[in-house]
T-cell receptor, first 113, second 109 residues
């Protein structure tokens, strides 16, 4: 039972490089989310997708783009990485019914040098 | 706008002592509130949701709509409770799901 799977687990980028973080869920959930986790800041919502084919900005979308490729997959792209994007990134998915929990991936630790 | 506030970044208690982790929310509709726990370098996992009114690992949380609070409590802290705790809010249109800044709990032996 895989749940939510993120790749890669670790990544080091140079400033200005681009990369895509991948996320896939096998629970047939409609909603998917991308968060970044920083010390003292908690989890901040970058982008979310309420259903296949829709994406919306969260609290901190600048510098990121997302693609909801299909119901299973939701990718996060950094077009030109900056040191301020050094963080741990978490993907999550959730069913649309009220009061259902969000399930999280194991995180991607990204360092931009 | 800050939707979920956890005023304590760090909290230390002795083993066996009561613990309360505070959470206040800002939402005028019918909130869906959750507590998540993250043990060292692991993924977040659900601890409690307000709708269930259950006790998990000895923790309880009561939704107080008048005070817009959803504090997490445990009468006797254990060393294995040391972790990061996040309060989360949903119910907002588009199925948005927001977290507070988290409280790092340390239980001292």
């Amino acid at each position: 039972n895989a749940g939510v799977t993120q790749t890669p687990k670790f990544q080091v980028l140079k400033t200005g490089q681009s990369m895509t973080l991948q996320c896939a869920q096998d629970m047939n959930h409609n909603s998917m989310y991308w968060y970044r986790q920083d010390p003292g800041m908690g989890l901040r919502l970058i982008y979310y997708s309420a259903s296949e084919g829709t994406t919306d900005k969260g609290e901190v979308p600048n510098g990121y783009n997302v693609s909801r490729l299909n119901k299973r997959e939701f990718s996060l792209r950094l077009e030109s990485a900056a040191p301020s994007q050094t963080s741990v990134y978490f993907c999550a998915s959730r069913a649309p019914e009220r009061n259902t929990e969000a399930f999280f991936g194991q995180g991607t630790r990204l360092t931009v040098v | 706008a800050q939707r979920v506030t956890q005023p304590e970044k760090l909290l230390s208690v002795f083993k066996g002592a009561p613990v309360e982790l505070k959470c206040n929310y800002s939402y005028s509709g019918s909130p869906e509130l959750f507590w998540y726990v993250q043990y060292s370098r692991q993924r977040l996992q659900l601890l409690l949701r307000h709708i269930s009114r259950e006790s998990i690992k000895g923790f309880t949380a009561d939704l107080n709509k008048g005070e817009t609070s959803f504090h997490l409590k445990k009468p006797f802290a254990q060393e294995e409770d040391s972790a990061m705790y996040y309060c989360a809010l949903s119910g907002i249109s588009g199925n948005q799901f927001y977290f507070g800044t988290g409280t790092s709990l340390t239980v001292i032996p």
